[in-house]
């Protein structure tokens, strides 16, 4: 069965540090999620992308967040400048459309900030 | 702003039960909504979709239904075993949206 590909599963970084997280999503697969959880809390939505561009984002996703497709396979999430409340599990996710259609989730990043 | 609520927070039943997880939602206007598993530390697996026009489905010993006009939906897992002990999670797709609302969840233990 299709899946979608997280990569690494986790990372630690500094205060201030920049990084970015890595995503497969399903090939056939148009719309493309990021969400995190913050240990012990909801599973939150960041941002959608569909066509190239961002279709909705949560308040969340401030000046700090972006997203990109490179190419054809990947999906990507930057923090520009990480901060101890960015620890948290974060989550990938392609669907094959728009309403209507499931979502499929990877299995996650964990991102640690010391 | 749409808000889900899932009872209970936790769950312990002996292996064998049949069991009810239970999900709210304040806005009826929804396209669909997704049941998850989550194991510890690990991502979400889709158990069961309901498309808004649908009143339940069902896969295998879990059987998901949707009351949009009560704005609750329901996860029935028959013959309970200790591989079902997990976290679920529902969700579901706003109309106007492009994101999911999820629940906190209801932590399940299947006790042998």
């Known amino acids: 069965e299709p899946e979608v590909t997280q990569t690494p599963s986790h990372q630690v970084t500094q205060m201030g540090q920049e990084v970015i997280l890595r995503c497969v999503p399903i090939?056939?697969?148009?719309?493309f999620y990021w969400y995190r959880q913050i240990l012990g809390q909801k599973v939150e939505f960041l941002v959608s992308f569909y066509n190239n561009e961002i279709s909705e984002k949560s308040e969340i996703f401030d000046d700090q967040f972006s997203v990109e497709r490179p190419d054809g396979s990947n999906f990507t999430l930057k923090i520009r400048s990480t901060k101890l409340e960015d620890s948290a599990m974060y989550f990938c996710?392609?669907?094959?459309?728009?309403?209507?259609?499931?979502?499929?989730f990877g299995s996650g990043t964990r991102l640690t900030v010391v | 702003k749409q808000e889900v609520t899932q009872i209970p927070a936790a769950l312990s039943v002996p292996e064998g039960e049949n069991l009810v997880l239970n999900c709210s939602f304040t806005d009826s206007a929804i396209y669909n909504l997704q049941w998850f598993r989550q194991d510890p530390g690990k991502g979400l697996t889709s158990l069961l979709l309901i498309q808004s026009s649908q009143r339940e489905q069902t896969s295998g010993r879990l059987n998901a239904s949707l009351d949009k006009s009560s704005g609750r939906s329901t996860l029935y897992i028959a013959a309970s075993q200790p591989g079902d002990s997990a976290t679920y999670l529902c969700?579901?797709?706003?109309?106007?949206?492009?994101?999911?609302?999820f629940g906190k969840g209801t932590k399940l233990s299947v006790i042998p």
């Open positions: 996710a392609s669907s094959p459309g728009g309403a209507g259609y499931g979502y499929t």
């Open positions: 969700a579901d797709w706003g109309a106007g949206s492009y994101q999911l609302t």
């Open positions: 090939s056939n697969h148009l719309y």
